[in-house]
């Protein structure tokens, strides 16, 4: 009977961050994709939840997180600095991370609400978001060095990278972080943070695959990858790429 190799034994634990506080607009369709196509590479896995209060999980491989309101941002406020450290050192080891609107922007330094509250923010990109008067919304398209992202955002924060943070794409179709210097979302490292909700992943599976690769290959040394059929994500791709701002 053939074997699996060992590499593929050990589960990826994928970590999803406040999975009821930070996850709308189908944001928990990232970690769906992650678990799938994991699966379909022939690689086991471990969802792991976190919670606010909860302690910070161990040997974590691959991080998720999705945006929220004001409000729910508020909530995860406290944890969110109480496990900065653990996140830190995931990032700095090379872990990958996929954050989401309202979690990208409190992967920067802060984001102040229209009320002036100012949210502090854990400072893995260097990045601060402020209110702005109107909400960005509609369909978005970006270049990035994983190819075209094609999503949906909806946000009033208005995001500025730093000279020296670069950022995750260039504006094709939409307003990114800010509306105004064609930049969308942020990378450190392995942390790609974006404003495409949609869910973001299903649609673009290559960048689903970046991240289940670079779990892979800090855990395992290396990612042997299956030829995945994905004409539904190439078909919603094409659909929502031609659909209006
Ligand atoms: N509350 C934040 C904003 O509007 C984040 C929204 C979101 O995550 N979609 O900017």
Not at 234 to 245: L, V
Request: aromatic content about 8%.
């Amino acid at each position: 009977m053939a074997t699996s190799p060992t590499h593929k034994r050990a589960p990826l634990r994928i970590l999803h961050l406040y999975p009821r506080e930070m996850n709308i607009y189908g944001d928990w369709g990232n970690v769906q994709t992650i678990l799938q196509r994991s699966a379909w590479h022939g690689y086991k896995t471990e969802l792991v939840e976190h919670h606010p209060g909860k302690k910070f999980p161990a040997d974590i491989d691959l991080v998720i997180g999705g945006g929220g309101q004001d409000s729910g941002q508020s909530l995860v406020e406290t944890d969110l600095l109480a496990i900065s450290d653990g996140l830190h050192a995931l990032a700095d080891d090379n872990t990958p991370m996929l954050v989401i609107c309202g979690l990208y922007q409190l992967f920067g330094r802060f984001f102040k609400t229209a009320d002036g509250h100012t949210i502090p923010g854990i400072g893995i990109f260097a990045a601060e978001t402020h209110a702005g008067s109107k909400r960005l919304i509609g369909n978005i398209v970006t270049d990035t060095p994983f190819g075209q992202l094609i999503g949906y955002e909806n946000h009033s924060g208005l995001t500025l990278l730093d000279d020296d943070q670069p950022a995750l794409g260039r504006i094709i179709k939409g307003a990114g972080n800010n509306g105004e210097d064609k930049t969308e979302g942020a990378i450190y490292k392995c942390v790609f943070g974006s404003y495409l909700h949609g869910s973001l992943l299903p649609k673009n599976p290559q960048l689903a695959d970046a991240l289940i690769e670079a779990a892979c290959v800090r855990k395992y040394g290396q990612f042997e990858p299956q030829i995945i059929d994905d004409h539904f994500a190439d078909r919603a791709r094409e659909i929502a790429s031609r659909r209006p701002r």
